[in-house]
């Protein structure tokens, strides 16, 4: 979760609120261990379901988080 946080940190775009939903999606979506939807994202992170539907209405920008995420990993591997 150190990883997520630190590329969410260096995203200028993204508004504290966002980290906070976005960091507890990604921790909710690997402790679920069946299939994933609202009702479950619900149920294993506390929050209501509403809350998923509006936040996944609103844009993200993956692009930028996973290219991050390659370029932290791989420096990792090479360090």
């Not at 966002?18 to 679920?32: D, N």
């Not at 149920?43 to 996944?56: A, I, L």
């Not at 920008?61 to 932290?72: E, G, L, R, V, W």
Request: proline share 3%; with cysteine; hydrophobic share 45%.
């Amino acid at each position: 979760m150190k990883l997520v946080k630190t590329i969410l940190d260096e995203m200028m775009n993204v508004s504290k609120w966002q980290k906070i939903f976005f960091e507890t999606l990604v921790q909710t979506v690997i402790a679920i261990p069946a299939h994933i939807n609202f009702s479950s994202l619900s149920r294993y992170s506390g929050m209501p379901e509403k809350r998923f539907q509006r936040w996944f209405k609103r844009g993200f920008d993956f692009c930028t988080f996973n290219s991050k995420a390659i370029s932290m990993g791989l420096n990792r591997v090479v360090s």
